[in-house]
């Protein structure tokens, strides 16, 4: 039986464990998540245009970047099916190392993708797989450790562990962007396109031996076998799952639409934008996506203070209702010159820190015991499916053809749908 004494220690049995140690691993798989997330969603606006779709004018290429970059979010459903499979057949040590093998792999494999210019279509098709090959990862990556963190807390703790995992997001990014604006302003253009955007694609690889290391040591532990064991991360069948629980993964599919909206309408969006349609430096605007991000992290953290005062589902109510008045004005900040772009990028990475600090497992607590796990998998599969997999193409196909207003539309789309889900998700079924 899992429960607390001390609220700095999780004792299970006779067991003990210490809350920041899983923080930790899940930190550092996150940031390296997130990381390979963002080195590619940067290359996709700088690099693989140029790259992989010289045939095409930029802005055609961007959106063909943008497409293939959406592949991994279909593909990530799939892929948490298939390494539950492997984690129930072989165990979830080899479900976790295969998956994570596969993620750095694919990571990698892009570093060395030659261009159009020397395979034809074959760079393509070669990017696409690759992008699948990540998607069908991150499903199997998920090893349950941010819902053990939100859910076996005392309740006057869950908000703070929850936004934990969220951390990995602006770690990521700020690293990736750092990695990116570090080489395009050393290098000569010729050499930036030639080798030099490829090195954070190696720097990811070493991040994920890295991540796997730590994770495979929370993963092995006594404690985590017990929760393992006692069905508290017990994987259960999909189909069982979805016929169970579907109202529920459905609801939290949704519920985190309006954060995850704006988490790439205040990262991959807007440097598309600036990229395609100003004379600014990418680097320059690389610089004040990493100084939002610092902002984004101190949300965070905030939303974890917040979220146990006030509740987790006020907060992401407030904060959708917020983020829907951000939407009526942000966006043509973009084209206000270095002032607009930074409290465009600060006041967005604010509310995406505050909203997005606990959209992770929102209403996880809604479902059985049993299919926690497997519920809590395939809800966020889908909650990155509709709220960011198609974001950056339907943003920035929406903004070039009906200017930026209606970006911001889109916006206002996903914070309808997140009120929407969290106002259902309160009227609950009887048997529930």
């Known amino acids: 039986m899992v429960f607390f004494g001390d609220p700095g220690v999780v004792k299970i049995g006779h067991e003990h464990a210490n809350p920041g140690e899983i923080a930790t691993g899940v930190i550092i798989g996150r940031t390296s998540e997130f990381f390979d997330f963002f080195v590619y969603a940067i290359a996709s606006v700088i690099v693989f245009p140029r790259l992989v779709f010289p045939f095409t004018d930029h802005l055609t290429g961007t959106l063909y970047s943008f497409a293939i970059f959406a592949l991994a979010f279909i593909a990530r459903p799939f892929g948490s099916a298939i390494f539950m499979t492997i984690g129930r057949t072989w165990g979830k040590s080899a479900k976790l190392v295969i998956a994570l093998v596969l993620l750095g792999t694919a990571t990698v494999a892009i570093a060395f993708l030659p261009g159009y210019e020397e395979i034809g279509a074959a760079a393509v098709w070669l990017l696409a797989l690759a992008r699948v090959a990540q998607g069908l990862a ?21 908000g703070w562990y929850a936004m934990i995992p969220q951390l990995g997001a602006p770690l990521g990014l700020i690293v990736a962007s750092a990695l990116f604006a570090f080489f395009a302003d050393s290098l000569s253009a010729d050499d930036f396109f030639s080798w030099g955007w490829r090195y954070p694609f190696f720097v990811a690889f070493a991040i994920n031996v890295v991540a796997l290391f730590a994770r495979l040591r929370i993963v092995a532990t006594s404690e985590y ?43 991959v969006f807007p440097l598309s934008w600036i990229f395609l349609f100003t004379r600014e430096s990418p680097v320059r605007f690389l610089v004040i996506e990493m100084i939002g991000a610092v902002f984004g992290v101190i949300a965070i953290v905030a939303s974890g203070l917040i979220a146990d005062r006030i509740g987790r589902k006020s907060l992401l109510m407030a904060s959708a209702m917020a983020i829907a008045t951000y939407s009526g004005f942000a966006p043509q900040l973009l084209d206000a010159g270095p002032i607009g772009e930074t409290i465009y990028m600060v006041v967005g990475f604010v509310l995406l820190g505050l909203s997005f600090g606990q959209s992770s497992g ?6 059985a015991r049993y299919f926690r796990y497997t519920a809590s998998a395939l809800t966020s599969d889908l909650a990155w499916l509709f709220g960011a997999g198609f974001a950056p193409f339907a943003a920035l196909l929406l903004a070039s053809h009906f200017g930026l207003i209606s970006a911001g539309a889109y916006l206002l789309s996903g914070a309808v749908w997140t009120l929407l889900a969290l106002w259902l998700s309160g009227r609950r079924p009887a048997e529930r």
């Open 138 to 158: 991150w499903g199997g990556a998920w090893d349950g450790l941010a819902s053990l963190l939100a859910l076996n807390t005392p309740p006057r703790h869950r």
């Open 362 to 367: 929102a209403i996880a607590a809604n479902f």
């Open 225 to 267: 076998d017990f929760l393992f064991e006692s069905r508290e991360l017990q994987p259960a069948r999909i189909c069982s799952t979805l016929r169970h629980e579907g109202r529920n993964i459905l609801l939290g599919a949704f519920a985190p639409l309006a954060s995850f909206a704006l988490f790439h309408m205040v990262t």
